[in-house]
């Protein structure tokens, strides 16, 4: 059997936050205020308390909005990082307790209107928010750009829809001057599911195969996180891209994303494969 070849794919279905947007900055720049000088202060830590209750509130409350369910993740990682008792168990809802009014978050952390907290429930509320602020990696537009010309570029990502459109905004470009357009985007939002739950990627194959008419083998996925998508995605019989991106921690398996169909340290360098590949080089 011959090797694949990156061109003998129609779609790209991408993860975005951590591939394409350097979402562990973002999310560094956004808990030091609460972590600073505690045992979580350090990168390592951070992001790894950060990945552990994120994934346990994904599995929890699959229905949570992204931004929601990220405000109660500072919330939480404010309250250990202090030795404070967690937020309360949402009732009624799964977004009950993490509303962004200053008072649901309140209540869910203990602490009544006129109380001080540290921070303030606002603040649970902007990280939550600040999805759309993470920095873009410097190779991620150019790459997109490229690999548009070749391929219909979709999203598979585990936020809501109207985090998503800032991001959106980032990497297409202005509506009147756009430098591609991403052929569909789903989210965590559309499928009810958070990845690696099977039921994200399948409801996306599903659309992908109605709406553009492409067919699952003729899709392949592109991510750093090898735990959310790079191992569920192969284990379906997808074709997959490992964007290795260095320093990367939130979803890295050196051992898994080595089974990945092709590899490579970033987007940039996956374009420019694409464009030897064409040419025949």
Not at 117 to 126: E, G, I, L, R, V
Not at 251 to 279: H, I, N, Q, S, Y
């Amino acid at each position: 059997m011959s090797a694949p070849k990156l061109t003998q794919y129609k779609v790209l279905m991408f993860d975005v936050y951590g591939t394409l947007v350097d979402w562990e900055t973002g999310i560094l720049r956004g808990l030091e205020p609460i972590l600073v000088g505690t045992p979580l202060a350090s990168r390592e830590a951070a992001l790894t308390a950060y990945r552990n209750v994120e994934h346990d509130l994904q599995g929890r409350y699959p229905g949570m909005r992204y931004s929601e369910l990220l405000a109660r993740v500072h919330a939480s990682l404010d309250a250990r990082a202090h030795d404070r008792p967690e937020p309360a168990e949402p009732s009624g809802t799964t977004s009950a307790s993490v509303q962004t009014s200053t008072g649901a978050i309140a209540s869910a952390t203990g602490a009544g209107p006129s109380e001080s907290a540290s921070p303030s429930p606002d603040a649970h509320t902007a990280f939550g928010q600040s999805i759309g602020a993470w920095p873009v990696f410097p190779d991620t537009r150019d790459a997109l750009v490229a690999l548009s010309k070749r391929f219909q570029l979709t999203v598979l990502s585990n936020v809501d829809r109207a985090s998503f459109a800032r991001t959106r905004r980032a990497l297409e470009g202005p509506e009147d001057a756009p430098r591609f357009r991403f052929a569909a985007v789903y989210t965590a939002e559309d499928t009810g599911a958070y990845k690696p739950d099977p039921r994200a990627r399948e409801y996306a194959l599903r659309r992908v195969e109605a709406e553009l008419g492409v067919r699952r083998e003729e899709v392949l996925v592109v991510a750093c996180s090898v735990s959310h998508d790079v191992k569920p995605a192969r284990e379906i019989g997808l074709g997959t891209v490992w964007i290795a991106r260095k320093g990367s921690l939130i979803g890295w398996d050196e051992a898994e994303g080595a089974k990945a169909t092709f590899r490579f340290d970033t987007l940039g360098e996956m374009a420019e494969a694409v464009e030897r590949e064409a040419k025949g080089e």
